[in-house]
């Protein structure tokens, strides 16, 4: 049995975290999602899960792509990871509310 994961695979999952990620956050204030701390987990760890999908997509898909922001979503990755504890709410809140819902546009109709 072959068990190869091509880009349209890491893409679908990347999908279906940001639309989790919408889905919880969606009407939501940046005080609204800090009060609730394992709304605060579940979306940083959806949110290393988006980059690390990212990162298993091929080099082709994002040089056909290089308008989305892949070394963004790399950051936010390492900020959650390697600041864990000191992460910036503010900046992770914009993003939940902001760039992901307008990831998510930019990459639902690619599969």
């Not at 072959?2 to 279906?16: C, P, R």
């Not at 579940?42 to 070394?71: C, T, Y």
Request: charged letters at 30%.
């Amino acid at each position: 049995m072959d068990n190869i994961k091509g880009d349209n695979y890491f893409l679908d999952k990347i999908i279906s975290d940001l639309e989790f990620i919408i889905a919880h956050t969606q009407g939501k204030t940046q005080a609204e999602i800090e009060k609730d701390e394992l709304l605060v987990d579940s979306m940083q760890f959806r949110l290393i899960q988006v980059a690390e999908n990212a990162d298993k997509l091929s080099g082709g898909f994002k040089l056909r792509h290089s308008d989305l922001p892949w070394r963004a979503i790399k950051g936010m990755r390492n900020v959650i990871v390697h600041d864990y504890g000191v992460v910036d709410m503010t900046i992770v809140c914009d993003t939940l509310l902001n760039s992901i819902p307008e990831l998510y546009d930019n990459l639902k109709d690619l599969i």
